[in-house]
T-cell receptor, first 111, second 116 residues
Framework: SQKIEQNSEALNIQEGKTATLTCNYT??????LQWYRQDPGRGPVFLLL?????KEKRKERLKVTFDTTLKQSLFHITASQPADSATYLC??????????FGTGTQLKVEL | GAVVSQHPSWVICKSGTSVKIECRSL??????MFWYRQFPKQSLMLMAT?????????EQGVEKDKFLINHASLTLSTLTVTSAHPEDSSFYIC????????????FGPGTRLTVL
């Protein structure tokens, strides 16, 4: 069955460093992947979408890569700030525009 | 733009009662709305997809008679948890997409349901 995996362990980094989160998927070849931010007790907020024919996409301090050979997407936050602390979810779209989410990786940016 | 609201934001009810959760797209017409459930420290799991004016499509393992979904207009979908039990306690989140941009889903803030 289609599966999407993210590192379940929290990622702790120092303010100003680059955070890199990983998303791997199996048994599927999505046309695109999406990344969301979720704060505790809140719904996900859309961040970036990257298509299979795009190697990289940027938005301000965010960068996403998509490697269809490795079946992996990397999500980078440069010059990280404590306000970036949240859970980051990756998701791909299956048939009928249904989103399949990973379990998310919690990021903590410390001063 | 593209704001989705949910009401209530949290609800506590007694076992055996029914609870209705509303999902509204405030500034756009949502041709499709999705309902998700999220248990603590787990990911969002899709429960059902609803298109305006038609019956919802439920995911495998989701009881359609227990989770009633109505998508009566292009801006409103409701999820009713009937005869709620403690195991139904969860975080329920809706999302909406438009006909012109089916790639993107806009999520509501979620509703925390606690069944005593």
């Amino acid at each position: 069955s289609q599966k999407i995996e993210q590192n379940s362990e929290a990622l702790n980094i120092q303010e100003g460093k680059t955070a890199t989160l990983t998303c791997n998927y199996t048994n599927y070849s999505p046309a695109y992947l999406q990344w969301y931010r979720q704060d505790p007790g809140r719904g996900p907020v859309f961040l970036l979408l990257i298509r299979e024919n795009e190697k990289e996409k940027r938005k301000e301090r965010l960068k996403v890569t998509f490697d269809t050979t490795l079946k992996q997407s990397l999500f980078h936050i440069t010059a990280s700030q404590p306000a970036d602390s949240a859970t980051y979810l990756c998701a791909f779209t299956g048939g009928g525009n249904k989103l399949t989410f990973g379990t998310g990786t919690q990021l903590k940016v410390e001063l | 733009g593209a704001v989705v609201s949910q009401h209530p934001s949290w609800v506590i009810c007694k076992s055996g009662t029914s609870v209705k959760i509303e999902c509204r797209s405030l500034d756009f017409q949502a041709t499709t709305m999705f309902w998700y459930r999220q248990f603590p420290k787990q990911s969002l799991m899709l429960m059902a997809t609803s298109n305006e004016g038609s019956k919802a499509t439920y995911e495998q393992g989701v009881e359609k008679d227990k989770f009633l979904i109505n998508h009566a207009s292009l801006t409103l979908s409701t999820l009713t948890v009937t005869s709620a039990h403690p195991e139904d306690s969860s975080f329920y989140i809706c999302s909406a997409s438009t006909q012109g941009d089916t790639d993107t889903q806009y999520f509501g803030p979620g509703t925390r349901l606690t069944v005593l």
